[in-house]
C-alpha cells in the first residue's frame, strides 16, 4: 500500500521530496502535543499516517484531495502540530497532508487585514505585521512554532483575548478560502458569518489554504509581574485590571501557589507561596499599574518591555496552555481542563471547587472578553490526575455549578466544547466531505450518507 500511495503521489506533486514515507518522520508528523491528556495518550500514541504529502500550492492541495478521494483514502491535515488535542492525529491511517510549505504572507492591507497561506508561523506574522504598524490580535503561548491555519483549524484565543476576545468574535476572521473533499474537489471561498462553517473544525470539513486575518494597531507593551500573599488579592487586583476599560492590556492572568513554583527560568520573579498576576499594559501606563498593584497589596517583581516573539523573558510562555506544560515537567501526574467561569459568580464558584477537591484542582485564571462584549475570567486549571472517572466526575461537577468545560480529554469535537450548537459545522461537513474522508472519527455526529441500491 505504502509503494502504491508514493508512485501515486509522487506523480502529482512536483517535488518528489515532498512525499514522505520514513517510519520515524511518518510518527512524528502523525502527531500533535496530545500527551498533554493522560486519557489521549494511550488511545492516540500507536496512531500513524501511511504516508505524508508536503503541497506547495493549492493545485497541488486540489491534486493530493482529488487522489485520495477517488481512491477512497482519508486524509489528515496538519499545521505545525502545536495543538492539545490530537487534532491531526490521523485514526485511520491514510494520507497526512502537512501545510508548512505554504507559509507565504501575500500582504498587509492598508486596513490591518493579514493575506496569508495557512502554513505561516504566527510569530513570522507577528514580526512583520509590527514593522508596519500592526500586530496580532490574539494568539496562543505557542507563538514561534503555531500556523495560523493550524490556530484557526484547532485553536479559540489566546494573548490579547482580553481585549478582542477569540477567534470567532469581532470578525477577526474575515475570509478563507477552503478545499473541498467532494467528488471533484473544489476552492470555496468563505467571508462573514459562513466562516463558522469551517473555524475549530480540526480539519474535519475542508481544508484552508488561504486566509484574511485582521489584525490590531501595534501598541508599545511592557510585561509586568507581582506577587500577592493570597490568591484572592492576585485574582482582585488582576480581575480590576482585565475588566476596567481604561487599562489597555493583552495579557491579564493569575495564577495561584504553587503554579509560579513551577516557572524554573523565571523563579527570580516568583516569591516562595505567593499567588503571582502577570499582565501585559501599555508602556504609558506601566507607572500606574506599578501603583496599582502596590496599593493592592502586591509586590512588583518584573517590568520590562515586550520587543516581540523574541523578547527574553518572553512571559507569555508562562500563560495558557504553557503553564499546563511546566506544571507536567514539576509533576507528571498534572493535567488540565479548559474552563469559563461566571464574572459575577466566580468566587461562589472557586470556593465550591476549593471545597469539594482541595488541591486536586489548582487555579490558573485567562481573563478574556466574550462575544458579547464581556471580559469574563477564563480558566486552564491545573489538575492533579488519578483516574478518568475522577476526572469526569471533576468535569460533570463544573458544569453543574455553571463552570463552562471545554474538555480536553476527548479526541471529537462534540465535547470539546467549541461545537457549534446549531450544527453549522456537521452541516458543512456534510455538504463538502460526503463521504467522510477529511479526519475521520473525529466528529462523532457525522454518519456518512449511503446511497440505495
Known sequence: MHDRLAEGLSAIIADPAGVLTAPAVLDRLSHDFYWYSPVLRPKLASKNGDIAVLPVNVEEVLAVLRFAGRNEIPVTVRG??????????????????????????????ADGVAVCQPGLRLGALETEARKQGWELRMYPSTLVKASLGGFLAGGSGGIGSVAHGGLRDFDTVRAFEVVTMEEEPRVVLHEGASVHEILHAWGTNGILTRIWFALAKAEQWTQFTAVFDTYEQ???????????????????????????????????LVRDGKSM??????????????????????????????????????????????????????????????????????????????????????FHIEFMKNGEGIVIPGAIPVVRFTTEERLNEMISYCRS?????????????????????????????????????????????????????
Open 80 to 109: 505545525a502540530g502545536t495543538g492539545n488535542y490530537g487534532q491531526c492525529v490521523p485514526l485511520h491511517g491514510g494520507i497526512v497532508l502537512d501545510l508548512s510549505l505554504m507559509d507565504k504572507l501575500e500582504e498587509i492591507t
Open 234 to 268: 492576585a485574582f482582585t487586583f488582576t480581575e480590576s485590571i482585565a475588566t476596567d476599560a481604561k487599562w489597555t492590556k493583552r495579557l491579564a492572568t493569575v495564577f495561584e501557589w504553587p503554579i509560579p513554583s513551577f516557572f524554573t527560568p523565571i523563579k527570580k
Open 277 to 362: 498576576a502577570l499582565v501585559m499594559i501599555a508602556n504609558a501606563q506601566i507607572e500606574k499599574l506599578t501603583g496599582a498593584a502596590k496599593a493592592a497589596g502586591g509586590e512588583v517583581t518584573f517590568s520590562g518591555a515586550y520587543d516581540g516573539p523574541r523578547t527574553q523573558p518572553l512571559l507569555s510562555d508562562y500563560t495558557w496552555n504553557h503553564t499546563t506544560l511546566w506544571a507536567m515537567k514539576a509533576d507528571p501526574a498534572y493535567t488540565y481542563l479548559q474552563c469559563g467561569f461566571s464574572a459575577t459568580k466566580c468566587r461562589d464558584q472557586f470556593h465550591k471547587l476549593r471545597e469539594r477537591y482541595g488541591n486536586e484542582i489548582l
Open 401 to 453: 455549578i455553571g463552570v463552562f468545560v471545554a474538555n480536553p480529554h476527548v479526541n471529537y469535537l462534540e465535547d470539546g466544547g467549541r461545537f457549534r450548537a446549531d450544527n453549522i459545522q456537521l452541516l458543512a461537513k456534510q455538504k463538502y466531505d460526503p463521504r467522510g474522508l477529511l479526519n475521520p472519527g473525529k466528529m462523532i455526529s457525522f454518519q456518512k450518507q449511503t446511497v440505495a441500491p
